[in-house]
């Protein structure tokens, strides 16, 4: 799809290249015809002198009376100025035509034509033939003349209008880019503050634009601080809801406590075992609005602090284990992506792995065209047919001691969330699993787009 700077440009070009070219062929046409037309008058004025000078014998028999006539164009052979004068009986040619002729009809009285043809020598001829009548005698005269140097005057003429309006067509086209340019530059500038805001590096657009465009921009800000504030009440409720459930919770375990004598056996020992499953719930979704910590959204996370803070959070939760999370970073890299959300992916990926490895953790970062993220233990791993189940949102909570399968299938939201995929293997290095997420970056043109 073609730029709105291109799309302009190009328009406006095509506008003025058929201007000026119409400019053009309107002038030529203009010039050729009023050259003609001065011609034309010339030689009416020819062909009535002429007439003048044309006599009517006793026998009917036209005969010229030279007195009349220039003695000095018609008479020189080749001039590039010649007559004709014919009558039904009679024929008469300037001396200037030499051994040659004039192809042109006899014209009854009042008739005129023009006629343009090669002459002698080559020459270009604009021949003006007009019928009249004499005494009775019905006498077709043609007067012509050479247009050759009048040709090559409009020629040089319209070689240098051509070479006028080409240069002003060059200087408008170039002032045209520069005025798009200044024009558009808002556009430019939102474009640049769109990329950024993608990149987590400012949390708004300007609001100093243009009038056309300020509403697009207030409306786009507007929208900004309305996700923002949605998502941190869905991340702020999650954490209300938790806390909210502890309580509750507690006393009914108190309860069931005090009057475990007087229930069943069977019934106190499921209440009990639902009730260990909803508390693990419960501090799991604790753990993750921790993980993820507090600030706006569209703030890209910092490869090093944040990921840092992360893994000291997660050694510190399992310091019975002695554990050790080793972080390789291939290169120094900026994460743009949102920060909660990589927290949260980061947050779930290490959480799983830490609850299963002995001893060691390992999270590697790539970026080039994806930003790859591998997290792998040292734990038991999971048997290949297994593997398909982690995802699987039934699995994510009630079987959450059974293996590897907490937090990942909101780990499979988040990757879905920005097109990319995951992935589970074998970890050669450490033997137990290798979780790898590959991301798309985003990019502000398009070619990499976020699911709501």
Not at 325 to 350: C, K
């Amino acid at each position: 799809m073609l730029s709105l700077q291109k799309r302009l440009g190009s328009g406006l070009l095509i506008s003025l290249t058929i201007v000026f070219g119409s400019l053009w062929l309107v002038t030529r046409i203009a010039i050729e015809h009023l050259a003609e037309e001065y011609v034309v008058s010339r030689l009416s004025h020819d062909s009535e002198s002429l007439l003048a000078a044309v006599q009517i014998n006793t026998k009917g028999q036209v005969q010229m009376d030279s007195t009349h006539i220039a003695p000095t164009i018609y008479q020189r052979p080749f001039s590039g100025h010649y007559y004709r004068i014919q009558s039904s009986h009679t024929m008469i040619r300037s001396r200037s035509l030499w051994d040659q002729d004039l192809d042109v009809p006899l014209l009854q009285s009042g008739e005129v034509t023009r006629i343009h043809t090669l002459g002698p020598l080559q020459q270009h001829l604009l021949i003006l033939v007009r019928g009249y009548q004499k005494q009775d005698i019905v006498i077709s005269i043609a007067i012509a003349e050479d247009l050759s140097q009048l040709d090559a005057e409009i020629a040089i003429f319209q070689r240098y209008f051509a070479i006028t309006a080409g240069t002003t067509l060059f200087i408008l086209i170039v002032l045209q880019i520069l005025i798009l340019r200044g024009g558009l530059h808002p556009l430019h500038r939102i474009t640049h503050e769109l990329r950024e805001l993608g990149q987590g590096q400012r949390h708004s657009l300007e609001v100093d634009t243009p009038h056309e465009i300020a509403p697009l921009v207030h409306e786009v800000n507007r929208l900004l601080v309305s996700n923002i504030q949605r998502v941190n009440r869905s991340r702020n409720a999650m954490a209300d809801l938790a806390h909210a459930l502890k309580r509750p919770l507690t006393v009914i375990q108190q309860h069931l406590q005090e009057h475990r004598k007087a229930l069943p056996s069977s019934f106190t020992t499921v209440t009990e075992s639902q009730l260990q499953n909803i508390r693990h719930s419960i501090e799991h979704i604790l753990r993750r609005a921790n993980l993820a910590g507090s600030g706006p959204a569209i703030v890209r996370l910092d490869a090093h602090t944040d990921i840092q803070d992360l893994i000291n959070s997660l050694q510190h939760m399992y310091f019975d284990k002695q554990l050790h999370i080793d972080y390789v970073q291939i290169e120094p890299l900026t994460i743009a992506f949102d920060r909660q959300d990589m927290l949260e992916l980061l947050g779930n990926l290490l959480d799983n792995a830490c609850k299963w490895a002995r001893h060691l953790v390992r999270l590697e970062l790539v970026k080039n065209t994806e930003l790859c993220i591998k997290v792998e233990d040292d734990g038991p791993g999971v048997a290949d047919t297994d593997r398909a189940k982690l995802l699987q949102r039934g699995n994510r909570l009630d079987e959450s001691t059974e293996g590897h399968g907490l937090g990942l299938a909101i780990v499979k939201d988040i990757v879905d969330q920005y097109n990319g995929h995951i992935d589970f293997s074998s970890s050669d290095r450490l033997g137990g699993l290798c979780v790898q997420v590959n991301l798309p970056i985003p990019d502000i043109n398009g070619s990499s787009t976020i699911n709501d």
